[in-house]
């Protein structure tokens, strides 16, 4: 998807998520590889293994928290990295598939561990121009 984007915005002690896309789901990818860059360069890892997820909300908003808190757990339990993201979005219900490896730590060399999405600077919004935008903070 031509001209998606993702980046890290300042708050504190903690680390802002940014996706941009023009499609929701394509925002929710972005933000997605914005949350492996937290850990470890998201070109550095390996898109060996698929891993299908699933979530669903009634918002937007909550959808976010709700995927973003679905990879951590991935993560966390399959101590895994994921570099590739596919993401789609129907009536509030979320399917994806990550794509990643095994965490290599003297490859990968971690920079943090996220510990989940928060409720702070929550946002997802389409522009005039119908690009979307999701965002909140991770604690780290």
């Known amino acids: 998807m031509t001209g998606a984007t993702w980046e890290h915005f300042p708050h504190e002690a903690d680390v802002g998520l940014r996706g941009r896309g023009p499609t929701l789901a394509a925002a929710f990818e972005q933000v997605a ?3 492996t860059a937290v850990v470890t360069d998201p070109a550095g890892v390996r898109t ?13 908003e909550l959808l976010l928290i709700e995927w973003l ?8 339990t399959r101590r895994m990295l994921f570099g590739r993201y596919v993401v789609s979005i129907d009536a509030g219900r979320l399917n994806a598939t990550a794509w990643g ?18 409720y702070t600077a929550l946002r997802v919004v389409q522009d005039t121009g119908g690009w979307w ?4 903070v991770v604690d780290v």
């Open 69 to 76: 808190n679905a990879l951590v757990y991935e993560m966390a």
């Open 33 to 35: 590889v914005a949350m």
């Open 101 to 118: 490896e095994p965490v290599d730590v003297a490859r990968h060399q971690p920079a943090a561990e996220v510990k989940g999405a928060t």
């Open 48 to 60: 060996a293994s698929a891993v299908a997820l699933e979530c669903e909300a009634e918002d937007p």
């Open 133 to 136: 935008t999701a965002e909140c």
